[in-house]
């Protein structure tokens, strides 16, 4: 790999096109910097598990997953927040469910994405915020969105959590059922980088962030993009429009120390961390 080369993964929804945008417009290029991206269709936990075995160097992925995975000896750091606003779940059910009530899920199947994945780690932080529980062995593993819609649709699964806007085409096409939502308490992506790149590029990662920084700056700026977002990810301008105005993304690298603490108390109020768990370094310390 070339020693300019940083290679950057995320879901494919609507919340990357900044970046995308930005590689397109030849950005990371004028800072001197090869970027190659790498869709994640299975979301966070299949990103912290490319962090972990050196398949990426950078990944935009969801707050609470990358803390998880870094508790758990994920060679990581926290370098920026990505999108500071929160994340409204879509609660989601197969059309033809009798399932309607959001409160009656508690005890059904919930198709996940992966262990430790945000589709696993806010079912049971939303259980824990209404005295409820989720067992292990109501969850069942379907990798990606795909892989929801086929469990849902087959009865093997009952419930699934994943993006509100993501998944609206197909509860307006009858595939889905959207009987709740919930909101992240926090701010919902953040970018994390492996250590190796991190010791090995340091210089390169600030220019990387400067560049992301600027292009989330940029989108901001135009409100006309969002005909680009309807167009590009097959939401109807409406949505898109809607999407655009209640999301916030950073245009700088503070990590907020209390935001920290309020998802570890999430966490931790939730049995997803041990309350006697040691915290390693969340967040790189530029030097």
Known sequence: M???????GGVPEHFNLPIHLAIENGEFSKRGINVEWT???????????????????????????IIKAIID??????????????LTWGVHTAADNP??????????????????SGSHLMAIVDANSKDETINKDQFNVIRNLDGALASLANK???????EKYTTKPFVKSGQLKRIGEFLTPWPCFVIA?????LENQPDNIVRLLRTIHDACD???????ITKMVSERYGITQENATRWYHSTEWAIHGWV?????KSVLYSLRSAGIIAEEETIPPLVWTRN
Do not use: H
């Not at 950078?58 to 997953?65: A, K, P």
């Not at 990581?76 to 606003?85: D, G, L, Q, T």
């Not at 940029?218 to 006309?224: G, H, L, V, Y």
């Open 2 to 8: 070339k020693e300019n080369t940083i290679r950057i």
């Open 39 to 65: 869709t994640f269709k299975g979301g966070t936990g299949q990103m912290t598990e490319a962090l972990k075995q050196d398949d990426i160097d950078v990944c935009i992925l969801l707050t609470e997953g």
């Open 73 to 86: 000896g994920n060679p990581s750091k926290i370098i920026s927040n990505y999108v500071i606003s929160p």
């Open 99 to 116: 399932l309607d009530n959001y409160l009656d899920i508690f005890n059904k199947k919930y198709a996940i994405s992966r262990f430790g």
């Open 156 to 162: 093997e699964t009952d419930v699934f959590y994943w």
């Open 193 to 197: 980088a492996t250590d190796k790149v």
């Open 218 to 224: 940029t989108f901001m700026q135009d409100e006309q």
């Open 256 to 260: 907020s120390n209390k935001m920290l």
